[in-house]
């Protein structure tokens, strides 16, 4: 199993400043990957965060709006730039411990506000 | 991604069992069919996966048709913690690329009555 923990857990931002949210592993994992979850809506996929290169980004989102880094095998950052009312949601981090492990584990999440 | 089709919301009462319904008619033979739920202001948690046989957990067990076009996640005793959206999902047996990715629909927000 894989515990996350997520900081901040939550924030209220001006529009137009940005945020960088912190996803801490308690073990090394494959892979990592960036959820976000608009008020009332189901979870989309943001990005898979790789080690070492770029993110791999889903259709919708780009890296200038949400640069991800993921420096070793237990951390990823993911920033919201320029952030507009339209970017609250929560933001969840989510990891899978191995190549061909089945489950798939998220963190508490963090709940973004923009004023 | 194949898609499910799940019911928007289903009621039931504590200490009854409950059936979650999930469609995959689409569904290819490397798919395997997951779930996931989300109680209330927490990330999702795994709750039970499967390809072709009916599978049990600790938590639920999965019911999964001949044909593959559906399945049926089963809570034996629901409690007021099983309170949740339930996600069905489809995800290929990946080895490292992206067809393996988790995408989650819409779900059931199952509603428990004590």
């Known amino acids: 199993s894989a515990v996350i923990s997520q900081k901040p857990s939550r924030d209220i931002c001006q529009r137009g400043t940005s945020l960088t949210i912190q996803c801490q592993v308690d073990?090394?994992?494959?892979?990592m990957f960036w959820y976000r979850q608009q008020p009332g809506q189901s979870l989309t996929l943001i990005a898979t965060?790789?080690?070492?290169?770029?993110?791999?980004?889903e259709s919708g989102f780009v890296i200038d709006k949400f640069p991800i880094s993921r420096p070793n095998l237990t951390f990823s950052t993911l920033t919201v730039s320029n952030m507009s009312p339209e970017d609250s949601s929560i933001y969840l981090c989510?990891?899978?411990?191995?190549?061909?492990?089945?489950?798939?584990?998220f963190g508490p999440g963090t709940r973004l506000t923009v004023l | 991604d194949a898609k499910t089709t799940q019911p928007n919301s289903m009621e039931s009462n504590e200490e009854e069992p409950v059936h979650l319904p999930c469609n995959h008619s689409?569904?290819?033979?490397?798919?395997?069919i997951h779930w996931y739920r989300q109680l209330p202001s927490q990330g999702p948690e795994y709750v039970i996966h499967?390809?072709?046989s009916n599978v049990n957990n600790r938590m639920a067990s999965l019911a999964i048709a001949e044909d593959r076009k559906s399945s049926t996640l089963i809570l034996h005793r629901a409690t007021l913690r099983d309170a949740a959206v339930y996600y069905c999902?489809?995800?290929?047996?990946?080895?490292?690329?992206?067809?393996?990715?988790?995408?989650f629909g819409k779900g059931t927000k199952l509603s428990v009555k004590p």
């Open positions: 999902i489809l995800r290929a047996l990946n080895y490292g690329g992206s067809q393996g990715n988790l995408i």
């Open positions: 989510s990891v899978r411990t191995g190549i061909g492990k089945d489950t798939q584990y």
């Open positions: 073990s090394q994992v494959t892979m």
């Open positions: 965060a790789n080690q070492g290169s770029e993110a791999t980004y």
């Open positions: 499967g390809l072709t």
């Open positions: 689409t569904i290819s033979g490397t798919d395997y």
